[in-house]
Each structure stands twice: as structure tokens, then as C-alpha cells.
């Protein structure tokens, strides 16, 4: 039943994105251009380090699968891209592996492939803390995921209908394991509020995982006979929206949902994220092209998000939240709505000493 359910997804993630518009969001935010701004590509480093976490790479493939045999070999491919290009990789929901022991090896090939490499195991938020602990162990994981999904388990059509046990386990689960616990939206957003009760749990990090990528709504009705959910497609806030209301939250975020190239990954860097996560994009690249086209397109991305640094004058992708922003569209009316200064995201180079050293200007 798990495993009929994850090949769904798979199938269903990647005809959504082959009919996706292209549009979101991110289209709302850009840099503004500074022609002197330039620094040297040989000066530029793309490591982050946040929660005790250091990445040589801000980027990572975020969850999606594992406990069917088909997903196993995805799993496997996945394992071997964070490998070749050196990004962190995250597990699907290791559910079906608590239920069915046997399938630990669509799991565990993401650790067997990639012994090195940053791999997140990821389970939800009634996962007993044994198993948390076993989904740990059996990835020798660095760090832990736990999902919070509520539309997605509701138009599921096999879905959990009780969710008030959450908030209770993510905090005996992020006070019991010893690797750093992150919770992540599957697409919907995580709020201001969310991220600050995460916080108060004692979660470290939150991936604030919105709107603009991979439909879990859209995906679930899919599945459902009568597909009378249909009006839920949509639901949720967008990634640079959560980005925006999480300015100064208290803990480090991470992006993720509907990244869908560089200039999406500095935009979400440029906000306030310590790390950018892509999942449908890079599933749809790997079902399409294999194994290599899927390491072709995260090892341009790198290239090109340090060849944007570059130009954008930022050393380190942290500089980035120095670059001055301008917001468009309606992301410009939520911006009003939760009392944020767009007129100072598009000047706050002028505050900042370390720009100012880099692109000598004196203004
Ligand atoms: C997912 N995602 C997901 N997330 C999670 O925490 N546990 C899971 O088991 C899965 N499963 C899963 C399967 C498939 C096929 C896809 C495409 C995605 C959600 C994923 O991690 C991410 O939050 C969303 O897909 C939004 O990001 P993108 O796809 O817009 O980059």
C-alpha cells in the first residue's frame, strides 16, 4: 500500500512538472543592478554553516522518496548526484520502513552510495522517538527531518484525519536524538508563527517549504476517485512570502518549493536562507535524463550560483542578504500587510560596511 502510494507520487510529481507554467513567486523578487559591484570569481565561496551544520554548498536535494523498489533505484540515484556534486540529500518519509522492515534498503542505498556525504533521514510528526532513532541509525544520518503535511494528509485519501499530537512528539523527538532536528512544510509554507512554536520546541532549524512547486494538494486529488479537493490546489503560502514574514525568527531557515534555478537560489539566500533545497525539479531531470543529466544540472546550478555571487559582489552566500532587493506584484501587498519595509531591502547596501569595502563605494 506505502509503496503503491510513493510511486504515485513520483509519476504524479513529474507530470505536474511537465505541465508546470514556469511561473511563481520568485518572479517577484529581483536584484537590484549595481554595475560596479563585481567581485572576483577566485574570491567567492559558496559554504554556509548554520545550527552547527557547515555545507560546502547551500544547496540540497530535499526529500521525497524511498520504501518501493522503483523508488529505491531513484533513491540510489539520488545518493550518487549529492555524491558527484557534493550537496546534502535527504530521505523520503521512512514510514514504510517502520512498517516494513524489508524495505530498509530503498533507504539505506541514499547512505550506502554517498558514505561522506550529508544525508537527512525524514519522518513525520507521530513517529514514535524509537523510530526517529532507528530512521537515524539506519541512514547514519547528520541530521533528522520531520514533515508537517496537514493538507496533504487530508486530501489524501488514506490520509491521517488527527494532527494535535504534533506538536507534543516534535518535541520529545528534538529533545531525545542527538543529530539536529530540522521540520519541514512539504509545500504549503511554514508561517511566522509555526517557525516561532518550532522554535519553542526546541527544533533547530525550519525549511519553511512553500507554495510554487510541487502541488501535494494538486498531487493527492490525483488520487482521490472523485478528485473533489480540486479547489485546494494552491493552498499555502509561497517560499519568498515565509521568507519575508521569517526575517529575525530566532532560528536558521531553510528554502525550499518551487526553486527552479540559480537565480532562484540566490533570491532565496538574498532573503535570509542558510540553505535552498529542490526536490520535484531534480526528480522530473532524473525520471527525463538519468543519472548525469541530473548531476549536469545541479553542477551548472553551482556554477552559476558562485558566477552570480560573482557579479553581485557577494563573497560568501550570506553576503547575499546584503544586495539590495526589490519586491514586485503582490508579493509588494503582503509585504504591507505584515508591516515590512520594501523601501529598505532596496537600499540596505547603503548599511552595510562589508559591501562597501567590496564595491569601494562611498555612498
Ligand atoms: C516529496 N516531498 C516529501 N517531503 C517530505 O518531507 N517527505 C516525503 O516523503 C516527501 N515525498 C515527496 C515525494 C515526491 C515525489 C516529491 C516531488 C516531493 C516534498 C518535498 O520535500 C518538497 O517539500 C516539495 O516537493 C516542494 O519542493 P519542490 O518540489 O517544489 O522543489
Not at 533505484?73 to 514504510?96: K, Y
Not at 524509537?130 to 527531518?145: E, F, H, K, M
Not at 517549504?209 to 493552498?235: K, Q
Amino acid at each position: 500500500m506505502i509503496g503503491q502510494r510513493k510511486d504515485d507520487h513520483v509519476r504524479l510529481a513529474v507530470e505536474q512538472h511537465h505541465a508546470h507554467s514556469g511561473r511563481n513567486q520568485f518572479d517577484e523578487v529581483s536584484f537590484v543592478h549595481h554595475a560596479l559591484a563585481g567581485i572576483d570569481r577566485a574570491d567567492v565561496s559558496l559554504a554556509t554553516t548554520f545550527a552547527g551544520i557547515s555545507w560546502q554548498v547551500p544547496l540540497y536535494i530535499n526529500a521525497m522518496t524511498g520504501g518501493s523498489e522503483n523508488t529505491g533505484i531513484i533513491n540510489r540515484d539520488l545518493a550518487i548526484a549529492a555524491r558527484e556534486t557534493g550537496v546534502a540529500v535527504a530521505s523520503g518519509s521512512m514510514s514504510a520502513y517502520f512498517k516494513d522492515p524489508s524495505c530498509a534498503g530503498t533507504f539505506s542505498v541514499l547512505r550506502k552510495e554517498n558514505p561522506d556525504g550529508f544525508v537527512i533521514a525524514n519522518i513525520n510528526a507521530t513517529a514514535s522517538v524509537d523510530n526517529a532513532q532507528r530512521a537515524i541509525d539506519l541512514l547514519r544520518a547528520d541530521a533528522l527531518q520531520i514533515h508537517v503535511n496537514t493538507v496533504q494528509e487530508t486530501v489524501m485519501p488514506e490520509g491521517d484525519r488527527s494532527f494535535s499530537s504534533w506538536v507534543p512528539q516534535i518535541q520529545k523527538i528534538a529533545a531525545a536524538v542527538d543529530v539536529p532536528v530540522i521540520v519541514k512544510e512539504v509545500g504549503f509554507g511554514l508561517s511566522r508563527e509555526s517557525v516561532l512554536t518550532l522554535r519553542e520546541l526546541g527544533v533547530r532549524v525550519a525549511d519553511l517549504g512553500g507554495r510554487g512547486g510541487t502541488d501535494f494538494a494538486r498531487i493527492e486529488n490525483g488520487r482521490r476517485e472523485l478528485g473533489d479537493y480540486a479547489y485546494l490546489h494552491g493552498w499555502g503560502q509561497s517560499t519568498v512570502a515565509c521568507l519575508l514574514d521569517a526575517q529575525n525568527v530566532g532560528i536558521p531557515v531553510l528554502a525550499s518549493g518551487g526553486v527552479r534555478n540559480p537565480l532562484d537560489v540566490a533570491r532565496a539566500l538574498a532573503l535570509g536562507a542558510s540553505g535552498v533545497g529542490a526536490s520535484g525539479g531534480f526528480l522530473r531531470t532524473l525520471v527525463d535524463g538519468g543519472v548525469s543529466a541530473l548531476v549536469g544540472q545541479i553542477s551548472t546550478w553551482l556554477d552559476q550560483l558562485a558566477a552570480l555571487q560573482t557579479m553581485l559582489g557577494a563573497r560568501t552566500p550570506a553576503d547575499l542578504t546584503r544586495c539590495d532587493l526589490l519586491i514586485h506584484g503582490e508579493l509588494r501587498n503582503l509585504c504591507a500587510d505584515l508591516g515590512i519595509d520594501t523601501g529598505s531591502l532596496a537600499r540596505r547596501s547603503r548599511n552595510s560596511e562589508a559591501f562597501h569595502e567590496t564595491t569601494g563605494s562611498t555612498r
